[in-house]
Every structure is written in structure tokens, then in C-alpha cells.
């Protein structure tokens, strides 16, 4: 882990957010590199549930929400965690990651007894402070996706099964954030709420299962670092069928990738009014404030239906700091140490570097420039200009920052418009027309 944050805060990828004021715990703000190492993450998530399906629609909703959202989701009464203060140096720890019951800082066993602590932020909604005028920093994105599901389907005309998939933040004022971004109080969330018929759920929840570890496998995590694991019935949350997490090896210890839940009919029963109608089974409301009915109208026979819900979950985080563990490598090469981040080549910050050999020959800058210009217009991600004149030192700068190809423009190219192009894991290079090199990269890349 030590190597990973000391790369991202060299390299540009991750900083400590409002660090100049001593920063601000579980809060941390994305470089350049690691602006466009997320933005890639998310883009390929988004491609493979939205643009590669034709049963997915996509949305993006607000953060701010409605405190009736949240109170007939049953996240008022559930999103706490049980926590403790120690007497003796007053640090303050969840009561569940106790070890023997005493203090992590001190090791004193003379606590408090649990209390419930709420992980929702809330903020005031107009220029007057009320008791009433406030709403919550959404906890997760998918409530907006559920008061949402009338919307989507009357301007989409969708029939079951269908799914709405978003992207976006989401606030936990968590008690003990740890272990750099994997838990953090802001975060991202990539989440697909797949509506199913009942009945038609177990196999909708197996089929997402093996979807979705596919999927990190094509990120690049290795499936020897992943692991299926079950939740007890009696660790569920409040809205789960059953629940399974995607367990990946991280650098501090095995912990939750992505969940892949079973919501069954809980969040639209929960949202909708009139439920005995709709013979709905949600679990903790009375009296709901809601004006709508959330099911859908079955097309053959006419009858409403409340789907079932079927939940891949991922925290773009946790995915970002996978991806950085499984891509980053030291070697050794001619006695000198290189460090890699062999990337996926969809998925890296920069896609290639455009080299000029001799940084004040304005002939090959001017080569070299025309070409990033050429290929930037593509529209294939990042091409970086590298005018460093050290060339060995540019391929050891892309190798750390995880650049699939360098492209070299030298002397020969101004002779015959051939350039060097180097890739970052096998070091070998080959010379080729720089008219090709536009067709070379798109072939790489895909």
C-alpha cells in the first residue's frame, strides 16, 4: 500500500484533499492522471451496461434528497453503526471492529457502551435554518434510481426485464475511514437496478454474478484474487434477499469489491402508495407520503407488476485502487529498477507519448507536435506531447505512469516520416510510416 500512495502522489494520481490546510480525513482529490484513470474506469463500466445491452437505460439524478426518500427507504432507521468512546484516551471506534473489546489506540477495555451513530450527511435546504427545511447528501445512488423507475419507463416504453444504470457520488460520514481510498467519505458508486419479474430473480441474480466478475477480469484483476462470499441471513441489510460480495485481495486485507444484491420488491413498495393493491411486500411502511404507484403494466396481459430488483453495486474507488494493486510491478532491467503499471490499454491515463528525440531541434518538435495533434483529434483518450529531451527518462516516466506506447520521432523521421513506436511491458520497438501510426494505435487499443 506504502508504494501505491507514494505513486499517486508523485505521479499525479491521487492527493490528499485541501492538504495546505492539513487536509481533511477520508476525503481526497484525483490528479490529472487520476482524473482520466477514473474517468476510463467509469467509461468502460458504463459501455459494457449501457451502450453494449439493449435492455439498460442510463440516468443522472441529484445528490440532494428528499428526506421522505430516505425515511421510507429505511435508511433513517437503519444506516448506523454502533459506536464506542474510550474513556481513558477518548479515541472514538465502531463497536463491530473491536478486537476483545478494547481500544485499538490504547488497548484500554474501559469503553462506552455502544450507541448508534447515523452515516448520512444532512444539510440545510433554504436560506433559513428549520428543523423541518433540510434533506440528506444521498447515502447511495440507487434510492434516486427507484423514485425514478415511473419516470424512466413512461418516456422509455420498457417492459420487463430492463435495467437503470447510474453513476455517481454518494456521502457516509463513516466513524473510521482507512486504508487510503478504499473506505472514504465521499465516493462514487457504479450501480445497475435490474428489474425482474417475480420468479424470475434467482436466475437474473446468478446470471448478474458471473456478469459482473467477467467484467473485472477484462479490467484486469486477476480471478485468483477474487472470492464469492455469501452474506449470512442475519448480517443482510434491511432490503436484501441475500447478498453476495465480490471479495478482493487487497494490499491491507481481503474486504468487498462490489455486492451484487437481491433487493426483491422492498425499494418500489417502499416508494409507492396504495401497496395493499399492488400486493406489495415492503417491510417497514405505513402511511407513505408517495403519490405514485412504481410497477409496470405487463403488455400481454395488462396486469401491474412490482419487478423485482437484482443490485450490481461497485465503489469506483475500491475499483480504481484494485486496478493500481493488480497493474503495479518493479523489475529489474540491465541493473537499473524499472517500475511498471501495466494497465489495460483502455483504461490507462495516457493512451501514448509522443516523443521528440532532441527537445530544442524545432524541426522534430514541430514533427511530433502535428502527429499528437493528428492522433488526439481520434478521439481515443489522452495523446501527451513529451518534450523532455531524455529519452530514456520519458520511457521510464510513462512505464511508472502506466503509457501502453511511445512514439518516437527522430533524425529518420525527417527522412523517410518513419517513427519508433515502444511498448511499455515488452520494451521492443518497431519502426513504422507515421501515416500508420493513427491505425496502429486504434487496433492496440481495441
Not at 445497475?192 to 479490467?219: A, C, M, S, T
Not at 408517495?290 to 423485482?308: D, F, G, R
Request: charged share 30%; proline share 4%.
Amino acid at each position: 500500500m506504502e508504494d501505491l500512495v507514494s505513486l499517486c502522489k508523485r505521479r499525479g494520481f491521487i492527493f490528499q484533499t485541501n492538504e495546505i490546510y492539513g487536509g481533511l480525513q477520508g476525503v481526497y482529490d484525483y490528479g490529472p492522471l487520476g482524473v482520466e484513470l477514473k474517468n476510463n474506469l467509469k467509461a468502460s463500466w458504463w459501455s459494457s451496461m449501457v451502450y453494449e445491452r439493449d435492455d439498460v437505460e442510463g440516468i443522472d439524478s441529484a445528490i440532494l434528497t428528499n428526506s421522505s426518500v430516505l425515511k421510507y427507504s429505511g435508511h433513517e432507521d437503519t444506516f448506523t453503526d454502533p459506536l464506542v468512546d474510550c474513556r481513558k484516551c477518548n479515541a472514538r471506534s465502531r463497536a463491530d471492529h473491536l478486537k476483545d473489546n478494547k481500544c485499538p489506540s490504547c488497548g484500554s477495555n474501559d469503553l462506552t457502551n455502544p450507541r448508534p451513530f447515523n452515516l448520512m450527511f444532512k444539510t440545510n435546504i433554504g436560506p433559513v435554518e428549520e428543523g423541518a427545511s433540510f434533506a440528506y447528501l444521498r447515502p447511495e445512488t440507487a434510492q434516486q434510481i427507484f423514485t425514478n423507475f415511473k419516470n424512466v419507463c413512461d418516456s422509455t416504453s420498457r417492459s420487463l426485464p430492463f435495467g437503470i444504470a447510474q453513476i455517481g457520488k454518494a456521502f457516509r460520514n463513516e466513524v473510521t475511514p482507512r486504508n487510503f481510498i478504499f473506505r472514504v467519505r465521499e465516493l462514487e458508486q457504479m450501480e445497475l437496478e435490474f428489474f425482474v419479474k417475480p420468479g424470475e430473480d434467482e436466475k437474473w441474480y446468478k446470471f448478474w454474478i458471473e456478469e459482473r466478475i467477467k467484467w473485472w477480469v477484462n479490467q484486469g484483476v486477476s480471478e485468483e484474487r477474487l472470492e464469492i462470499y455469501k452474506v449470512p441471513q442475519k448480517e443482510l441489510a434491511h432490503y436484501s434477499k441475500s447478498t453476495i460480495d465480490l471479495m478482493y485481495k487487497f494490499p491491507h486485507g481481503t474486504e468487498e469489491l462490489e455486492g451484487i444484491a437481491n433487493r426483491t420488491d422492498f425499494d418500489l413498495g417502499s416508494h409507492s402508495k396504495n401497496q395493499s393493491e399492488l400486493n406489495i411486500k415492503a417491510k417497514v411502511i405505513k402511511n407513505n407520503e408517495s403519490n405514485s404507484k412504481l410497477a409496470i403494466q405487463e403488455k400481454e396481459t395488462n396486469e401491474w407488476v412490482v419487478p423485482y430488483v437484482i443490485e450490481p453495486s461497485a465503489g469506483v474507488e475500491r475499483g480504481f485502487l484494485a486496478i493500481l494493486n493488480e497493474a503495479y510491478r518493479t523489475e529489474e532491467v540491465n541493473g537499473k529498477n524499472r517500475t511498471v503499471l501495466a494497465l489495460k490499454p483502455h483504461l490507462a491515463p495516457i493512451k501514448a507519448a509522443i516523443i521528440p528525440l532532441k527537445r530544442n531541434d524545432q524541426e522534430l518538435v514541430t514533427l511530433a507536435t502535428n502527429l499528437k495533434t493528428k492522433l488526439q483529434k481520434l478521439g481515443m483518450g489522452r495523446i501527451l506531447l513529451e518534450n523532455s529531451g531524455n529519452i530514456g527518462k520519458s520511457y521510464r516516466r510513462h512505464d511508472e505512469v502506466g503509457t501502453p506506447l511511445c512514439v518516437t520521432v527522430d533524425f529518420q523521421t525527417q527522412e523517410d516520416n518513419t517513427v519508433t513506436v515502444r511498448d511499455r511491458d515488452t520494451m521492443k520497438q518497431i519502426r513504422l510510416p507515421a501515416e500508420g501510426i493513427a491505425q496502429y494505435l486504434k487496433e492496440y487499443l481495441n
